[in-house]
């Protein structure tokens, strides 16, 4: 029983430790990953992830509302973040 | 304690379609979801009791499984054969590539386009892996097979499908007199777009065959993955269980 909450305790605090570190990490180190992909940005990599995400619930939950938001957002991340970027 | 901890489950609870009394099942109807969710409850009650007969899962319980396992396949088919219909002109011809880019952007990496051929693929590990770990008693391996037969055997019917529809347009639709026939009707509106419809057409055509093969591997693939995946760590989990077994009656 001891242990099992260990495992658990340890395994939430990676997960959260993970998401924590990568999610500003796309944005903060942009150029370092540059360096190794030339053509990453990371507004491409967010829409992206919201299509991928939104077209495989889409079609697992056989909705057709949740697949033309997720274009209509797809299409809207980059030119909300150009806009957000260039009025802050 | 709650009737799904105590495994004193009534038949309303389980609703796996065995008592609809619809009397038909309908190909398109079910959710893949739903499907998983009663997977999910059919594995705690399995867990809570120790003997349900077989027979509880009925003949129209699994063919609600194979139905919606059939119907998500034709969706997951369907998508796929669309998004291949439309990323492959893409792919062929820069210019037209560069005009959509404007408005969707993601569409000039070639990594998002491959990656969204692979969706079907994609759908499969994720479903192998929510189901995968439910099969290890008599009822809920009856559920999961079910579900991943139906999706299989209409992955197989549409994977030879298109892989068929495009030979079949590489062979007798996109022939030159065609593509010119086209451009001649583009031609009546204005001569760039007659151009421009050529010259596209023109560069799909030789990428037609590739894109067939690319699609049936990827349908190939998608058929493959809950063998390799779900059935087969099942059955070698369920072989080292064997083993173990034996190895204690022989002490």
Same mark, same amino acid.
């Given at each position: +029983?001891?242990?099992?909450?260990?495992?658990?305790?340890? !395994?939430?605090?990676?997960? %959260?430790?993970?998401?924590?570190? &990568? *999610?500003?990490?796309?944005?903060?180190?942009?150029?370092?990953?540059?360096?190794?992909?030339?053509?990453?940005?990371?507004? +491409?990599?967010?829409?992206?992830?919201?299509?991928?995400? !939104?077209?495989?619930?889409? %079609?697992?939950?056989?909705?057709? &509302? *949740?697949?033309?938001?997720?274009?209509?957002?797809?299409?809207?991340?980059?030119?909300?973040?150009?806009?957000?970027?260039?009025?802050? | 304690?709650?009737?799904?901890?105590?495994?004193?489950?009534?038949?309303?609870?389980?609703?796996?379609?065995?008592?609809?009394?619809?009397?038909?099942?309908?190909?398109?109807?079910?959710?893949?979801?739903?499907?998983?969710?009663?997977?999910?409850?059919?594995?705690?009650?399995?867990?809570?009791?120790?003997?349900?007969?077989?027979?509880?899962?009925?003949?129209?319980?699994?063919?609600?499984?194979?139905?919606?396992?059939?119907?998500?396949?034709?969706?997951?088919?369907?998508?796929?054969?669309?998004?291949?219909?439309?990323?492959?002109?893409?792919?062929?011809?820069?210019?037209?590539?560069?005009?959509?880019?404007?408005?969707?952007?993601?569409?000039?990496?070639?990594?998002?386009?491959?990656?969204?051929?692979?969706?079907?693929?994609?759908?499969?590990?994720?479903?192998?892996?929510?189901?995968?770990?439910?099969?290890?008693?008599?009822?809920?391996?009856?559920?999961?097979?079910?579900?991943?037969?139906?999706?299989?055997?209409?992955?197989?019917?549409?994977?030879?499908?298109?892989?068929?529809?495009?030979?079949?347009?590489?062979?007798?639709?996109?022939?030159?007199?065609?593509?010119?026939?086209?451009?001649?009707?583009?031609?009546?509106?204005?001569?760039?777009?007659?151009?421009?419809?050529?010259?596209?057409?023109?560069?799909?055509?030789?990428?037609?065959?590739?894109?067939?093969?690319?699609?049936?591997?990827?349908?190939?693939?998608?058929?493959?993955?809950?063998?390799?995946?779900?059935?087969?760590?099942?059955?070698?989990?369920?072989?080292?269980?064997?083993?173990?077994?034996?190895?204690?009656?022989?002490?």
């Amino acid at each position: +029983m001891h242990n099992e909450i260990i495992k658990i305790v340890i !395994g939430r605090v990676i997960t %959260v430790g993970l998401v924590l570190f &990568i *999610v500003p990490g796309i944005y903060l180190f942009e150029n370092e990953i540059q360096l190794y992909f030339p053509e990453y940005e990371s507004k +491409m990599f967010f829409a992206a992830v919201i299509c991928f995400a !939104g077209t495989a619930y889409a %079609v697992i939950s056989r909705n057709l &509302i *949740v697949l033309v938001i997720t274009i209509v957002s797809t299409i809207a991340v980059p030119f909300i973040s150009d806009w957000f970027f260039y009025y802050l | 304690m709650s009737s799904v901890q105590s495994g004193d489950l009534s038949p309303e609870e389980l609703k796996f379609g065995q008592n609809s009394g619809k009397g038909s099942s309908n190909l398109l109807s079910g959710n893949l979801i739903d499907a998983i969710s009663q997977i999910q409850q059919l594995a705690v009650m399995e867990l809570s009791r120790r003997e349900i007969p077989e027979h509880f899962f009925t003949m129209r319980a699994r063919l609600n499984f194979f139905s919606i396992g059939f119907g998500n396949g034709m969706i997951e088919g369907t998508l796929f054969a669309v998004l291949t219909a439309l990323i492959l002109p893409i792919n062929a011809n820069r210019e037209l590539m560069e005009m959509i880019a404007e408005y969707f952007p993601l569409v000039r990496y070639k990594v998002f386009l491959l990656s969204l051929n692979l969706i079907p693929l994609f759908i499969a590990i994720t479903l192998c892996s929510l189901v995968g770990k439910f099969r290890n008693k008599r009822l809920t391996t009856l559920a999961i097979d079910f579900l991943l037969i139906g999706r299989c055997f209409c992955l197989v019917i549409e994977g030879i499908i298109v892989f068929g529809v495009m030979v079949m347009l590489h062979k007798y639709l996109m022939t030159t007199e065609n593509i010119q026939r086209m451009a001649m009707f583009f031609a009546a509106r204005s001569d760039v777009a007659a151009e421009t419809a050529y010259r596209i057409i023109s560069d799909i055509r030789p990428k037609i065959i590739p894109a067939a093969y690319q699609t049936l591997y990827i349908f190939i693939a998608a058929t493959l993955v809950p063998f390799f995946s779900v059935w087969l760590i099942s059955s070698v989990r369920k072989a080292a269980i064997r083993k173990s077994e034996l190895f204690w009656e022989q002490e």
